[in-house]
T-cell receptor, first 111, second 116 residues
Framework: KQEVTQIPAALSVPEGENLVLNCSFTDSAIYNLQWFRQDPGKGLTSLLLIQSSQREQTSGRLNASLDKSSGRSTLYIAASQPGDSATYLCAVSPSGSRLTFGEGTQLTVNP | GAVVSQHPSWVICKSGTSVKIECRSLDFQATTMFWYRQFPKQSLMLMATSNEGSKATYEQGVEKDKFLINHASLTLSTLTVTSAHPEDSSFYIC????????????FGSGTRLTVV
């Protein structure tokens, strides 16, 4: 059974700091990995999708890497802003269908 | 990108009543939709996979007679929580696999259900 772990569970940083969120998964037989953002009481917003054959994806200040063999992914956020405050969820898919989520990292960026 | 609309965004109901939640894919024909549940401070757990024109596939431990799923068209799936109880209070979110695995998933905005 696939298990996804995210570290840290919570993170508080001053504005402008670069930060890294970690995601690990137990079964390396994944089809893709996706990072989401969830604001309190809201749905999920897709940030980055990495196919199993890819090693990283970038969008603006966000960069996600994938090391499938070691079962790890990182989300790098550059020059963090208060508007980045949210819960960040990592999810993996074994076959392009169902997703298994981690429990998320709650990020607070202080002005 | 794809747009998924979920309604209502929140609902309060009395214990023993039923509640229907709608998930609409506004610009994408979805043969498959997914329903998740999220308890406070926890991550999303897949409840069931909704298949257009056929029966839904439920995850282990999810009561199919309690959580009725109907996917009658390529743009609409509904989740009905029957005989709701306070322990059913949760955040329910639907998602659509858009454009195949390349594009990933698009999620609805979620429904906060409170059973009193």
């Amino acid at each position: 059974k696939q298990e996804v772990t995210q570290i840290p569970a919570a993170l508080s940083v001053p504005e402008g700091e670069n930060l890294v969120l970690n995601c690990s998964f137990t079964d390396s037989a994944i089809y893709n990995l996706q990072w989401f953002r969830q604001d309190p009481g809201k749905g999920l917003t897709s940030l980055l999708l990495i196919q199993s054959s890819q090693r990283e994806q970038t969008s603006g200040r966000l960069n996600a890497s994938l090391d499938k063999s070691s079962g790890r992914s990182t989300l790098y956020i550059a020059a963090s802003q208060p508007g980045d405050s949210a819960t960040y969820l990592c999810a993996v898919s074994p076959s392009g269908s169902r997703l298994t989520f981690g429990e998320g990292t709650q990020l607070t960026v202080n002005p | 990108g794809a747009v998924v609309s979920q309604h209502p965004s929140w609902v309060i109901c009395k214990s023993g009543t039923s509640v229907k939640i709608e998930c609409r894919s506004l610009d994408f024909q979805a043969t498959t939709m997914f329903w998740y549940r999220q308890f406070p401070k926890q991550s999303l757990m897949l409840m069931a996979t909704s298949n257009e024109g056929s029966k839904a596939t439920y995850e282990q431990g999810v009561e199919k007679d309690k959580f009725l799923i109907n996917h009658a068209s390529l743009t609409l799936s509904t989740l009905t929580v029957t005989s709701a109880h306070p322990e059913d209070s949760s955040f329910y979110i639907c998602s659509v696999l858009t454009g195949g695995a390349v594009s990933g998933y698009t999620f609805g905005s979620g429904t906060r259900l409170t059973v009193v």
